[in-house]
T-cell receptor, first 111, second 115 residues
Framework: DQQVKQNSPSLSVQEGRISILNCDYTNSMFDYFLWYKKYPAEGPTFLISISSIKDKNEDGRFTVFLNKSAKHLSLHIVPSQPGDSAVYFCAASAGTDKLIFGTGTRLQVFP | DAGITQSPRYKITETGRQVTLMCHQT?????MFWYRQDLGHGLRLIYYSAAADITDKGEVPDGYVVSRSKTENFPLTLESATRSQTSVYFC??????????????FGPGTRLTVT
């Protein structure tokens, strides 16, 4: 039972354009959401997060949108850069210290 | 070194052998976690610990044992390794959400191959 789903295993975007990574969840108890970025042979690193009391959070080129009614969140990267090429995981917390991770989306940004 | 470290980074072992993966953090974070990453499954929680001498099962605990005698260390032991335990293992640490902190900080991972 996958509570956090990333239905797109991969995404390819041209440099300078917008990258949109999507994440769906099923547990209505989730109240905090995070995005992690992972390069090969490295551990995941925290990117950006959002509380369920908000619908948008921005940090530089990265914006996370939360649609609670649709149980959907998305990560927008504008403009995309080659260094953004990585695997992106969304994660959620249901008010506990445990995070539930999605399966990841591999983003490739090409020149 | 400051941060969170894992050792070894790569390990090949045979079926039935016992193997221990080490994790060490220097932040004095109360929580520590072990995940495994497998294609198509993302990151799955194996075990976690809220403090020294307090551990609990995650999503996929079977075949693994943990201990936490000191706050900074959280070793993961495969008592009798199986091929299905071939994976990349990540250790992470965090403060408690009681302090308003949700982010977990990950080590570089250990790639384990069981032959």
């Amino acid at each position: 039972d996958q509570q956090v789903k990333q239905n797109s295993p991969s995404l390819s975007v041209q440099e300078g354009r917008i990258s949109i990574l999507n994440c769906d969840y099923t547990n209505s108890m989730f109240d905090y959401f995070l995005w992690y970025k992972k390069y090969p042979a490295e551990g995941p690193t925290f990117l950006i997060s959002i509380s369920s009391i908000k619908d948008k959070n921005e940090d530089g080129r990265f914006t996370v949108f939360l649609n609670k009614s649709a149980k959907h969140l998305s990560l927008h990267i504008v403009p995309s850069q080659p260094g953004d090429s990585a695997v992106y995981f969304c994660a959620a917390s249901a008010g506990t210290d445990k995070l539930i991770f999605g399966t990841g989306t591999r983003l490739q940004v090409f020149p | 070194d400051a941060g969170i470290t894992q050792s070894p980074r790569y390990k090949i072992t045979e079926t039935g052998r016992q193997v221990t993966l080490m994790c060490h953090q220097t932040w004095s974070h109360s929580y520590m976690f072990w995940y495994r990453q497998d294609l198509g499954h993302g990151l799955r929680l194996i075990y976690y610990s809220a403090a020294a001498d307090i551990t609990d099962k995650g999503e996929v605990p079977d075949g693994y044992v943990v201990s936490r005698s000191k706050t900074e260390n959280f070793p993961l032991t495969l008592e009798s390794a199986t091929r299905s335990q071939t994976s990349v293992y990540f250790c992470a640490s965090s403060e408690s959400i009681m302090m308003g902190v949700y982010e977990q900080y990950f080590g570089p991972g250990t790639r384990l191959t069981v032959t």
